[in-house]
Every structure is written in C-alpha cells, then in structure tokens.
T-cell receptor
Framework: DGGITQSPKYLFRKEGQNVTLSCEQNLNHDAMYWYRQDPGQGLRLIYY???????QKGDIAEGYSVSREKKESFPLTVTSAQKNPTAFYLCASTDTGTGGSDTQYFGPGTRLTVL | AQSVAQPEDQVNVAEGNPLTVKCTYS??????LFWYVQYPNRGLQFLLK??????LVKGSYGFEAEFNKSQTSFHLKKPSALVSDSALYFC????????????FGKGTRLHILP
C-alpha cells in the first residue's frame, strides 16, 4: 500500500448523512482515482483526476463528489443521494508523466457501512 | 471501448501444482496489461505488467504472465502454488491510445488447497 493513505479504515454513516473519505499520496503522482468494490463485481470507477483542479466522472459517479485542490489529496464525498453506499472504497494513483510507469498504486481502503 | 474478462470466479489448485488464472481483453489500440492481488480487507497490490517487449512477463512472488496478441489473452501463471497464494486476483487493461482509465476484471478467487 506504500505511499497512499486512506482514512478512516472503517466508517459508519446514518441515512441522509454526507461523509468524506480521505486519500493522500506522497508519490508525486499526477493521476488519482476512486473505485468502489462490491462482492462479485470487481472494481468500478467512481471519479478520476489527471491533474490538479480537474476531474472526470467514472462509470458510477452519481451520488458522489470529489475535489482536487492539491496534487497529493483527492477526497471523496459520499452524499445522501447515493442510495446504496455500503461498500469498500479504494483510492489509487498513477504516475502518468513522461517516463511514468503506468502502474496504479492503491491505498488500504475504507469500508463504509450505512446504519 | 476497452474491456477485460476473467472467465472464472474461482480456481482451486492443490499446493505444489501449477496454477493458471485466465484473462482476456479487448482494446482498440495497443494494450497495457496488469495483474493485481488483493488479500482480505486490503488494497490491491501490483504483481506484474505488460507494456511492450517480451511476451512472457515475470513479476512478484514467482508469478508470471504471458501476453498472447492473437488470442487477446494475458493469463497469470505460477509453476508451483503455495497456500499463501490464496487471494483475489484482478486483471486490468489500459488502452495505450486512450485516456488514463484502467479497466479491471471482476476478479478470480484463487484457493490453494494444502
């Protein structure tokens, strides 16, 4: 999991609450990603950002929001509009610059449970 | 659009036997191919990748994968399985001519039987 931290490890949310998941990387990577993992469905892309102050929707962006104000940080907010937010959330980053490795490095994940 | 398929939800192998976890892909350009492993309640760990060059790629923990362009496959292999290899394995693909999105397969759970 080196170089990427996610917090908290476990998060509990009540119905109707917004919650924010933290992702920080010290790898100086340009691109960062948020995935959602559900049993039997693999990883689904929520949002990604290729550069500071810019981000794009992934395949399942509804009910989520992100910001990229700093290169090292890419927080994800799960809003009350997300109807089934219970899942394991993974953050990743990639060095997409010239000579970059194209390999995605993942954080340890945050398990979100709606009560 | 790029896609990746892992046709087996689960693979069971006896310890000491060779193992294969299958992956096929579809991209419009040249593929970048990856294998990752995930242990319970952890993030994904990078195993190996194919970008260009030799079709046989060697990676971490004794794993290797063979890129087969004609069959659009990138199967993960290991000559002798260990119980500690039991985990969830993901194949992933990125289109070299596309954006920075990487598409992941649904994963294959590998059980190594002692």
């Amino acid at each position: 999991d080196g170089g990427i931290t996610q917090s908290p490890k476990y998060l509990f949310r009540k119905e109707g609450q917004n919650v924010t998941l933290s992702c920080e990387q010290n790898l100086n990577h340009d691109a960062m990603y948020w995935y959602r993992q559900d049993p039997g469905q693999g990883l689904r892309l929520i949002y990604y950002s290729q550069i500071v102050n810019d981000f794009q929707k992934g395949d399942i962006a509804e009910g989520y929001s992100v910001s990229r104000e700093k290169k090292e940080s890419f927080p994800l907010t799960v809003t009350s509009a997300q109807k089934n937010p219970t899942a394991f959330y993974l953050c990743a980053s990639t060095d997409t610059g010239t000579g970059g490795s194209d390999t995605q490095y993942f954080g340890p994940g945050t398990r979100l449970t709606v009560l | 659009a790029q896609s990746v398929a892992q046709p087996e939800d689960q693979v069971n192998v006896a310890e000491g036997n060779p193992l294969t976890v299958k992956c096929t892909y579809s991209v419009s350009g040249n593929p970048y191919l990856f294998w990752y492993v995930q242990y319970p309640n952890r993030g994904l760990q990078f195993l190996l990748k194919y970008i260009t060059g030799d079709n046989l790629v060697k990676g971490s923990y004794g794993f290797e994968a063979e890129f087969n362009k004609s069959q659009t496959s990138f199967h993960l292999k290991k000559p002798s399985a260990l119980v500690s290899d039991s985990a969830l394995y993901f194949c992933a693909v990125r289109d070299n001519g596309g954006d920075d999105k990487i598409i992941f397969g649904k994963g294959t759970r590998l059980h190594i039987l002692p």
